[in-house]
């Protein structure tokens, strides 16, 4: 249509479930995702470790340090099935009751397995692979000496996939989060290869329980279904509602107000008839990066404007009166502290970015 060879893409949107929704759990009918895909061809695992990669930094972009990305292989939970001896009719079936190890005990997921046909000797052989504990490019080579395996097509294949998947990773600085999990089974219907999940743990700032938060992986054939043509591609969603869900538990457990804009600085007069000044410090710190504003009533009282900073969570306010105008000065405020400090006005952009960064490191301090 357009000849595009590749694409990245996302989105922020309302999307529906079919399934039953939970509402204690966090599942709605109808619900925000955040969605990043890359589409056309790739070198293997290319695409898909630079996808693993942003999901840990929008995690840790929003504070989270608690959370584990699981990673498995599609061709490798068939490998394993085929080398239990499991008949190729029964892969799905038994692939779905793996994929409910991390809400059931082993028992209830080797009687479903029982109940769906599969003998009791594959299922322990099941069972000796797919609990194996988590691990990174370890497991890869563990996997590779394991007897039971060797010889297998589709094993060999992802084997090959994770071990360059946790090469890549470790070059582009990916935390060590991501593990290796052999029990990790979902998206049965249209994943091909790579398949990822994250998991908040639980921490004593947040109690609540709302499963995974996001996941991802590769689905060579799915925009096949739709077209002439197969187009691989791999990607990620984010469960928006779900982490914030999260995000306001934490705040509340710390006594932290929930910060509702991303400005930095606001730009406050000290009396009237100071707009156009206003406007030309607003100018300056836009210019350098810096997400300022401003009131847009032509004199707004001082504590008004101060009052805001606190009720939306801004935290440094740069204050212009007639005497900082004289002086060729600011005013420096720093909204929780209620310090105040003159700086020069031509280094006031240097300086707001050594306050913020100050209290960066303060709020961090204080989260550890």
């Given at each position: 249509?357009?000849?595009?060879?590749?694409?990245?893409?996302?989105?922020?949107?309302?999307?529906?479930?079919?399934?039953?929704?939970?509402?204690?759990?966090?599942?709605?009918?109808?619900?925000?995702?955040?969605?990043?895909?890359?589409?056309?061809?790739?070198?293997?695992?290319?695409?898909?470790?630079?996808?693993?990669?942003?999901?840990?930094?929008?995690?840790?972009?929003?504070?989270?340090?608690?959370?584990?990305?699981?990673?498995?292989?599609?061709?490798?939970?068939?490998?394993?099935?085929?080398?239990?001896?499991?008949?190729?009719?029964?892969?799905?079936?038994?692939?779905?009751?793996?994929?409910?190890?991390?809400?059931?005990?082993?028992?209830?997921?080797?009687?479903?397995?029982?109940?769906?046909?599969?003998?009791?000797?594959?299922?322990?052989?099941?069972?000796?692979?797919?609990?194996?504990?988590?691990?990174?490019?370890?497991l890869v080579d563990q996997l590779r000496e394991n007897p039971a395996l060797k010889g297998?097509?589709?094993?060999?294949?992802?084997?090959?996939?994770?071990?360059?998947?946790?090469?890549?990773?470790?070059?582009?600085?990916?935390?060590?989060?991501?593990?290796?999990?052999?029990?990790?089974?979902?998206?049965?219907?249209?994943?091909?290869?790579?398949?990822?999940?994250?998991?908040?743990?639980?921490?004593?700032?947040?109690?609540?329980?709302?499963?995974?938060?996001?996941?991802?992986?590769?689905?060579?054939?799915?925009?096949?279904?739709?077209?002439?043509?197969?187009?691989?591609?791999?990607?990620?969603?984010?469960?928006?509602?779900?982490?914030?869900?999260?995000?306001?538990?934490?705040?509340?457990?710390?006594?932290?107000?929930?910060?509702?804009?991303?400005?930095?600085?606001?730009v406050c007069s000290a009396q009237k008839n100071l707009l156009e000044e206003r406007l030309?410090?607003?100018?300056?710190?836009?210019?350098?990066?810096?997400?300022?504003?401003?009131?847009?009533?032509?004199?707004?009282?001082?504590?008004?404007?101060?009052?805001?900073?606190?009720?939306?969570?801004?935290?440094?306010?740069?204050?212009?009166?007639?005497?900082?105008?004289?002086?060729?000065?600011?005013?420096?405020?720093?909204?929780?502290?209620?310090?105040?400090?003159?700086?020069?006005?031509?280094?006031?952009?240097?300086?707001?970015?050594?306050?913020?960064?100050?209290?960066?490191?303060?709020?961090?301090?204080?989260?550890?």
């Open positions: 249509m357009n000849k595009l060879q590749s694409m990245r893409r996302y989105q922020i949107g309302p999307v529906y479930r079919r399934d039953q929704p939970a509402m204690t759990r966090g599942r709605y009918r109808e619900f925000y995702q955040c969605d990043f895909d890359i589409a056309g061809e790739s070198e293997p695992m290319l695409a898909d470790s630079e996808c693993v990669l942003i999901l840990t930094e929008v995690l840790s972009g929003l504070g989270f340090s608690n959370y584990t990305v699981r990673v498995n292989h599609r061709l490798l939970l068939d490998g394993i099935f085929q080398c239990c001896g499991v008949s190729e009719a029964l892969f799905r079936p038994i692939c779905s009751a793996v994929d409910k190890l991390d809400k059931c005990s082993w028992d209830e997921v080797a009687k479903e397995m029982s109940d769906k046909g599969l003998a009791d000797e594959p299922i322990e052989r099941i069972r000796q692979l797919v609990l194996t504990p988590r691990g990174g490019a370890d297998n097509a589709m094993v060999t294949q992802a084997l090959d996939d994770m071990s360059r998947l946790f090469r890549y990773l470790c070059l582009l600085g990916c935390p060590d989060q991501v593990r290796f999990d052999l029990s990790l089974a979902r998206g049965l219907d249209y994943y091909t290869g790579l398949i990822y999940e994250a998991v908040l743990e639980p921490t004593p700032d947040c109690n609540v329980t709302v499963g995974s938060v996001a996941g991802g992986g590769r689905y060579d054939k799915l925009v096949g279904m739709f077209t002439k043509k197969d187009i691989p591609c791999v990607g990620l969603s984010i469960g928006v509602e779900r982490l914030f869900t999260i995000l306001e538990q934490m705040h509340k457990a710390k006594e932290q107000k929930i910060r509702t804009t991303a400005t930095q600085v606001y030309r410090l607003c100018g300056q710190l836009w210019r350098a990066g810096l997400p300022a504003a401003h009131s847009l009533r032509s004199n707004p009282k001082l504590l008004t404007q101060f009052q805001y900073c606190e009720d939306t969570g801004v935290p440094i306010a740069l204050i212009i009166g007639e005497s900082e105008l004289r002086d060729n000065k600011v005013k420096l405020r720093c909204i929780a502290s209620r310090k105040e400090r003159l700086v020069d006005r031509d280094s006031c952009v240097d300086e707001v970015r050594a306050e913020l960064a100050s209290l960066a490191a303060a709020q961090q301090k204080t989260e550890q």
